[in-house]
């Protein structure tokens, strides 16, 4: 990538005369709490804060990550509130001066108005607002709209990056140009985590880069899905986006983290401007609340701006631990010492009070408290009436967090500094092998019997391909190597007393490492251990395949004929049946349900083409009672032919990588 970004604060004077400026911001939630008396109002003073913003700084455009709205259907009081503060500010007589590219019948082919709002000579628009949905205001229902939907209608909102199916998804650019600025825009809306990161895993997700000039254009794109990871395949991974980007926006995480940050491995940069209110009661949300003014020059120059938002009600979090406390201590006594701690969080909350008229000045407050015995609880309810004029949220002011009597704190198993340097040192694409390998090696707890990378490794097995047994096998080979270097230099190490025998080893455990280290043990240890993994699999798998041959072959005993008798009954089932009979003339005329075959790696493919492997259905007549007509044989499914019907759905065609449209052509870039 031949883009680069300015320093500083962003403000490159001699070039602001030719710049592209978008203002980013996301997850504005509004409608969240509006039942509140106190909070109501929250999220729509700032969304009002960020077009005023947007105004101020004259932006070409303003550009929403998902989750403009915090509920899926918004109450008509908060739809009502929304369209009136846009109305104020995306109607006016300031000129567009850049020019839209794309094909808006392809843009906007799901919505009411197939084209952007300020090409619409009925309208008068003054700065245009560009969206994607959220997990919060994504589609649902009949006909699949959502609530941008509506201000699309309306012509307030531009909504983009619609995902049409679940199957396969092809994103398309939305193509600007402001002089000789060129931009192109992908939008990607918000969709289950897990669905997309199969989708990415399958190379189902296609973006469309125009052919011509490809190399001139910035790349931005815009996505709302988990960054951090909740688990193996609910978050999506820098890696998975294409090297191309030059920005990619961050929705969905409410840190506040507006600054680019560059990916090495990618090559591109990512900004993550965070929620402009507090939805829940965590350090993450605790951070200044910001938006990011984007400024693009020519040659796909840019910086963002960052400008702290002032009118977001002031959230503080503490921490408190009870568990010390005797089981003498009177209920009044604990309520008196909580009561100070959190009259200190007030008294800290008063820094974050910026003196804007419209900031809401109560704090929100949160105590976290740990503790051992239910004598140390007290009333969350009563409590919060002490404190109904000082704070926000006098109901949920405390949180309380039992901790079992006798078990060690995490600060007593791991080295805090250690753990705090390794995130801090990290950037946010920075991997779990490898802050696990940092933290071990600048602890004061290092490792004895296992190695740094050894560790790393098999964690980065863990994670990447689930395999649940890399941990327990790379303890098993490198502790059975380091006791049999223990054995084998045992006579020096018994020598002496017991404090010389502790001495003598933890010396040998050293110099084994190193030895490990210069003679790169560690290497060999991992290719044992891929080695162990993978003929584990094999094992694993001959069992798979040996258990559905047995099952294959299983032929049900043929009842006797008192047995058929009590089958037989009296009824004539026109039930479903489960195999077909090349003669059968069963009355119903049953159907055949193709089976559903589990893959290994969790793929379910249903309706498999099964002509060959059962003859077609004879016609329905009359046949002898509960049982199989004569001549009819019992049919069978056999293994071979199951994969002979995956072969021939695998060798489908399937369509080429280039697309037409109007104006420009586009190509699939993996």
Known sequence: MDSGHLGGDGRDRGMSEDSF????????????????????????????????????????????????????????????????????????????????????????KTAAVKTVNYEDENLNIGMPIFSIHGNHDDPAGLGQFCSLDLLSTAALVNYFGKIESLKEIHVRP????????????FGLSAIKDDRLHR????????????????????????????????????????????KFMNLV????????????????????????????????????????????????????????????????????????????LSEDTSEEEISDLIAEEINNLIEMSKNKVTGHPDQP??????????????????????????????????????????????KQSKEGILDADA??????????????ESLVEDYFKNSEKPLHLLSERGLSEAV???TDKEDK?????????????????????????????????????????????????????????????????????????????????????????????????????????????KTRSPKGKARGGGRVTAPVIELEDDVRIEDVDMDETIPPSPPPGRGARGGRSVGAKRGRTTQSSIKEALSRQSSLPRSSGTTQRRGYNYEDSD
């Open 199 to 242: 989708l990415f895993s399958e190379s189902k997700v296609t973006f469309m880069r125009p052919q011509e000039d490809k190399e001139s254009w910035f790349n931005l794109l815009v996505l709302h899905q988990n960054r951090v990871a909740h688990g193996p395949k609910n978050h999506i991974p820098e890696s998975f986006l294409p």
């Open 361 to 406: 000045t109560l704090p929100l407050v949160r105590l976290n408290i740990e503790y051992e015995l239910e004598s140390q609880m007290i009333s969350t309810t009563l409590f919060g009436r002490r404190f109904q004029d000082l704070v926000a949220n006098p109901s949920d002011i405390l949180k309380f967090k039992k901790v079992l009597p006798g």
């Open 460 to 462: 980065r097995l863990f």
């Open 419 to 432: 753990l705090e340097d390794a995130f801090q040192n990290a950037s946010l694409n920075e991997r779990v």
């Open 469 to 577: 047994d890399a941990l327990e096998k790379i303890v098993e080979i490198q502790m059975k190597k380091t006791m049999d270097y223990l054995k084998k230099n045992s006579t020096y190490i018994e020598e002496g007393s017991f404090d010389d025998l502790k001495s003598n080893t933890d010396a040998f455990l050293e110099q084994f490492k190193c030895e490990r280290k210069e003679k790169k043990k560690d290497e060999e240890d991992i290719a044992e251990l891929k080695k162990e993994l993978e003929t584990q699999k094999r094992h694993r798998g001959a069992r798979t395949v040996q258990d559905e041959n047995e099952e294959d072959d299983y032929v049900n005993p043929v009842p006797t004929s008192a047995a058929r008798a009590k089958l037989r009954g009296r009824g004539r089932g026109r039930g479903e049946t």
């Open 174 to 185: 939305l193509l600007f140009r402001k002089g000789e600025i060129s931009l192109a825009l």
């Open 249 to 324: 926006f961050w929705g969905h995480e409410h840190e506040c983290l507006v600054k680019e940050e560059y990916n090495q491995l990618q090559d591109f940069y990512v900004s993550q401007p965070g929620s402009s209110v507090a939805t829940s009661l965590v350090p993450g949300e605790m951070k200044q609340k910001a938006v990011g003014i984007l400024r693009l020059h020519k040659n796909k120059v840019f910086e963002i701006e960052e400008v702290p938002l002032k009118t977001v009600r002031p959230l503080i979090i503490g921490n408190l631990s009870v568990t010390g």
């Open 21 to 108: 400026n978008i203002l980013l911001a996301t997850d504005i939630h509004l409608g969240f709490a509006e039942r509140d008396p106190i909070r109501g109002n929250d999220s729509f003073i700032t969304f009002k804060e960020i077009l005023d913003i947007g105004l101020r700084e004259e932006v070409d455009f303003i550009l929403l990550g998902g989750d403009l709205f915090h509920e899926n259907k918004p109450s008509r009081q908060c739809l009502q509130k929304c369209m009136d503060i846009l109305r104020q500010y995306v109607f006016g007589p300031k000129p567009i001066e850049f020019e839209f590219l794309s094909d808006p019948e392809e843009i906007f």
